[in-house]
């Protein structure tokens, strides 16, 4: 029996039976406690009345955003007035009941509001409290604003990444917000941890996530070589080689894989070829090694040149589009996506990119309505069918 297929008959969630608050906006934040709602906790989104920024965002159908969903698919939707002192009651008596806040405000913000983890804590001394921000919750940078772009350039990635463009001299532009995910991520598995350490102490604690030691966390290589002066050897460059029809990169990184390309090639004169038979080498002469194996490949269409390196072993892949790698059946025999549905329809979303033969991981159903179950909250609360009405603004009777 394979994991998936256990998964299947599964229905077991991890986190069944946590609760979760989730203060957090845009990216970093709602793609941690997406993942806490994947793995089964009860996830209460808390917008203002106008709904979350990323309710806004392309591609919309009947207003309805399925990036907002991809980051917030699963979860409750609770809206609440911030500055409304009955709100902040509303919250603290909802912390009473749950285990784990995400917030990812710039630091001092939930301290004005009387709720960060200090104040908390004395409401529900269990309550693991994860706040991610852009430099940590103190020091000379904690309180600057800070967006994924910007701490792509504050971390030394983009600099890094140019030091691997030959010929350029200005760092590229930001599209994908790396700093974002990996920032989520790294959230997501800090408080995986509080949850087993409570086990033992019985007690919560607040967790301080910087995007910017999380960004630099991708620079292994660099943080190193940027505490000394002596010189590392040229790292190989794995880029794309031109075929017939488009491009494909390889990536050798050991003798085996080596080996493997000249036989694929019909180059087995490499192997004692001065400039490649040894690995220091193959580093200095890289970029001819890489011109050589390029008068191959185009030669070839993208479909044959791919062959013939799988058939020798050689990693390898075309360079596709993320429709293109969504259709690939590698994705749909890992069931990698869920469909999940709102108010404009349904669409896909990208399950976590893990299995488990314990446990189910998958995706909610659906994407909550802005406030959809604020009602339910309130009542929860102990709020009376008067004072709901009167704290909405509208009649409840009919919910």
């Known amino acids: 029996m394979t994991i998936a297929e256990n998964d299947e008959a599964n229905l077991t969630k991890s986190f ?3 609760r979760v608050l989730d203060f957090s906006t845009t990216i970093a934040g709602p793609h941690c406690a997406r993942m806490l709602a994947d793995m089964g906790a009860e996830v209460i989104k808390i917008e203002q009345a106008d709904g979350e920024t990323m309710r806004s965002r392309p591609p919309l159908r009947n207003n309805c955003s399925t990036v907002f969903g991809q980051l917030n698919v699963g979860k409750k939707s609770l809206v609440l007035d911030l500055k409304s002192e009955k709100a902040i009651e509303i919250i603290r008596r909802l912390v009473a009941s749950s285990d784990i806040l995400v917030e990812n405000f710039r630091p001092g913000v939930m ?3 009387k709720l960060d983890y200090a104040s908390l804590h004395q409401v529900n001394p269990k309550l693991i409290y994860c706040s991610i921000s852009g430099y940590g919750q103190t020091g000379p940078s904690a309180e600057l604003p800070a967006y994924a772009p910007v701490i792509h350039a504050a971390s030394g990635y983009d600099m890094a990444h140019l030091s691997y463009q030959p010929g350029r001299t200005r760092p590229d532009y930001c599209g994908i917000y790396h700093a974002d995910v990996v920032t989520g991520t790294y959230a997501f598995g ?4 509080a949850l087993y350490q409570r ?5 919560g604690q607040h967790i301080d996530v910087s995007m910017l030691e999380s960004m630099l966390s991708l620079t292994l290589t660099e943080l190193q070589s940027s505490q000394f002066e002596v010189r590392f050897p040229k790292r190989p460059m794995f880029g794309p080689l031109e075929t017939a029809d488009g491009y494909v990169t390889v990536a ?3 003798e085996k894989t080596f080996q493997n390309l000249v036989k694929a090639a019909g180059r087995p004169d490499w192997v004692t070829d001065p400039r490649f038979a040894k690995y220091g080498d193959r580093r200095d002469n890289w970029g001819e090694l890489m011109e050589g194996v390029e008068t191959w490949s185009r030669t070839l269409s993208t479909e044959k040149c791919l062959a013939a390196l799988n058939q020798s072993g050689v990693p390898c892949s075309a360079y596709r589009t993320v429709a293109e790698a969504l259709r690939d059946p590698q994705i749909a025999h890992r069931r990698a996506l869920s469909e999940v549905r709102d108010g404009g329809g349904t669409f896909k979303v990208l399950n976590l990119p893990f299995r ?6 998958s995706a909610g159903k659906r994407t909550a309505t802005l406030g959809e179950h604020t009602v339910t909250y309130l009542r929860e609360s102990g709020l009376s069918e008067e004072e709901i009405t009167a704290f909405t603004g509208k009649s409840v009777a009919a919910e």
Do not use: N, P, Q, W
């Open 190 to 193: 800090a408080i995986s941890a």
């Open 111 to 113: 301290r004005r509001l």
């Open 199 to 203: 086990h033992g102490t019985k007690e």
């Open 16 to 18: 069944a039976g946590l």
């Open 356 to 361: 488990m033969s314990g446990a189910d991981v």
């Open 252 to 254: 050798i990184a050991s």
